[in-house]
C-alpha cells in the first residue's frame, strides 16, 4: 500500500515563490495514484455520456423505427436532457453522501451505476427502458465526478493542486476518444458500444484496495461531530449561509453556460460536419460516419489542449481572468467556425481551434469549485455548482433541440453560442481563489 503521508494535508499551506519549484516537485507516489484513479473515473464516465452522442442517431433509428431526421433530432436532444438532469440529482445525493460519509465508499458506488446500468442499454430496445437506464447512469456519472474532483484537490498540496485539478479534467478528452473508436468500430450495430461501459465496473477494485480517506476530510468529519450547527455534506448550511449560497448559486449559473454551450454547441461540430459533407453531395450514411471522427478526433483534439492550458493559465493569471477571457473567445469562436469554412477542409482546419475555446474552460470547474467550499460541504457545493448546473442545461437542451429542427444548424449553434456572454457577467461577481488556502 502506498503511504499517503504527505503535505497534501496541509493542501491551505501558501505556494513557493513563482520560478523556484516546478508545480510536480515533491508530489508523493500516492498523489499521482489519486489523480490517476481519479482521471480513469471521470474517462470512464465522459464515455457513458459521449457514447450516445456518437451513437444516438443509429439507436434511435432503432427503437423509433423511423429514419426522420427532425424526429430523431428532437429526441436524441431530450434523451440529453434527460442525462443532465439525472446527473444533477446524482451529482448533488452523492455529492452530500460523499461530504457526510466519506470520498473513497462514494465513488465505489457512483462507478458501479455507471456501469452496470450502461451495460444493460444493450438489452433494451424500446424508447422508455433506454430512457430510464440513461436517467439511472446518470445518476452514476453526475455523482462521480463531484466526489473525484473534490478527492483530488484535498490531496494535492496548493501548489500543484490547480494542474492536478486542470489534468483530472483534461482526462475527460480520453473518454470521447474511446467512445469515438468504439462508436466507429461497432458503426450501426450500437448495444455493443454499451456493453464496452460496464469495463469500469472493475475500477472499483482499485479503488478499493487503494485509496484511503484524504486527511483533511477525517478532520472535517470529527469537528462537524463536535459542532452540530456545522453538519457535513448539509444542503441547508449550503444554502442558509450567506458567503456559501452566494458562491453555489454563481457557479451554478457559471456552470449551466458552460454545460448549456457544451451539449448544444461544442457537441453539435459533428453536426456541423454532417450538414458541410452532404452539402457537398455525400450520402447521408457515408457522412454520419465521416462526422464522428471529425468531432471526436480532430475537434476533441483541440479541447485536450485547451483543457490542459487552462490550469496554467488560472495559476499564472487568476481563475476569473481565465474564465472570462475564455468566455469571450469562445463567443467569438462559433459564428466563425459555423459561417466561415467554404470547404470541408477548412472545416476540419478550425475544428481544433473552435474545441480548443469552447472545452478548454471546463477544466476550470474541478480546479475553481473545490477552491469555493469548506471542507465540510466541498462535494456538496462542488456538485452543486456543477449537477445543478446541469438542470438548467437540460432545459436548454429541450430548446436547443427545438431551435435546430425549426432552423438552419449553422444559425441556431450560433445563437447558442451567444450564452457565453453571460459567464462574462457571472465571473465578474465570483471571488479570486488564486493563491488562497481551500475555506474551512
Not at 466526489?147 to 490547480?162: D, K, M, Q, Y
Not at 453555489?248 to 448549456?260: E, F, K, N, P, R
Request: charged share 15%; proline share 5%; aromatic share 14%.
Amino acid at each position: 500500500m502506498i503511504s499517503d503521508k504527505s503535505p497534501s494535508a496541509k493542501s491551505g499551506e501558501s505556494s513557493p515563490p513563482p520560478g523556484t519549484q516546478a508545480w510536480y516537485a515533491g508530489v508523493t507516489p500516492y498523489q499521482w495514484l489519486i489523480l490517476v484513479i481519479a482521471s480513469t473515473s471521470w474517462i470512464f464516465d465522459v464515455y457513458q455520456g459521449q457514447i450516445f452522442g456518437i451513437t444516438g442517431t443509429q439507436l434511435l433509428q432503432s427503437v423509433l423505427a423511423t429514419t426522420d431526421p427532425a424526429r430523431i433530432k428532437f429526441w436524441k436532444d431530450v434523451f440529453f436532457g434527460i442525462f443532465l438532469v439525472g446527473g444533477a440529482i446524482g451529482g448533488l445525493s452523492f455529492g452530500m453522501m460523499a461530504d457526510r460519509w466519506g470520498r473513497k465508499p462514494t465513488l465505489i458506488v457512483t462507478i458501479l451505476m455507471y456501469s452496470v446500468f450502461t451495460g444493460l442499454t444493450y438489452f433494451a430496445h424500446t424508447l422508455w427502458p433506454v430512457a430510464i437506464l440513461r436517467f439511472m447512469v446518470a445518476l452514476g456519472t453526475g455523482g462521480a465526478w463531484g466526489v473525484a474532483a473534490s478527492l483530488v484537490s484535498e490531496v494535492f498540496p496548493a501548489r500543484a493542486r490547480t494542474y492536478a485539478s486542470g489534468i483530472f479534467h483534461a482526462s475527460s478528452v480520453l473518454g470521447t476518444w474511446t467512445a469515438t473508436f468504439v462508436g466507429i468500430l461497432v458503426a450501426d450495430q450500437w448495444g455493443y458500444a454499451y456493453l464496452v461501459g460496464v469495463i469500469p465496473a472493475f475500477l472499483v477494485v482499485w479503488v478499493i484496495a487503494s485509496v484511503k480517506e484524504p486527511q483533511r476530510w477525517k478532520q472535517a468529519a470529527d469537528e462537524s461531530a463536535q459542532k452540530p450547527k456545522e453538519k457535513a455534506g448539509s444542503l441547508v448550511e449550503l444554502l442558509g449561509d450567506r458567503r456559501w449560497r452566494t458562491r453555489a448559486i454563481l457557479g451554478m449559473i457559471l456552470a449551466t453556460v458552460g454545460l448549456s454551450c457544451y451539449w448544444g454547441v461544442h457537441v453539435a461540430g459533428q453536426d456541423l460536419a454532417f450538414a458541410m459533407l452532404k452539402q457537398h453531395g455525400v450520402d447521408a450514411k457515408v457522412a454520419m460516419e465521416k462526422a464522428k471522427p471529425a468531432y471526436g478526433y480532430i475537434e476533441v483534439a483541440g479541447g485536450l489542449v485547451g483543457l490542459l492550458s487552462f490550469g496554467p493559465l488560472c495559476a499564472r493569471f487568476g481563475r476569473k481572468r481565465a474564465f472570462f477571457w475564455s468566455q469571450l473567445a469562445a463567443c467569438l469562436i462559433v459564428p466563425v467556425t459555423c459561417y466561415l469554412p467554404q470547404t470541408y477542409a477548412q472545416l476540419l482546419c478550425i475544428l481544433p481551434v473552435f474545441g480548443f475555446l469552447t472545452l478548454g474552460m471546463h477544466a476550470g470547474y474541478a480546479i475553481y469549485f473545490p477552491e469555493l467550499f469548506p471542507t465540510r460541504l466541498r462535494a456538496t457545493g462542488t456538485a452543486f455548482c456543477f449537477n445543478v448546473g446541469r438542470v438548467l442545461a437540460a432545459s436548454m437542451m429541450v430548446f436547443s433541440g427545438w431551435l435546430k429542427a425549426r432552423m438552419d444548424i449553422h444559425l441556431a449553434v450560433s445563437l447558442l453560442g451567444g450564452l457565453f456572454l453571460l459567464g462574462l457577467i457571472v465571473i465578474h461577481f465570483m471571488p479570486e481563489t488564486k493563491g488562497q488556502p481551500l475555506p474551512e
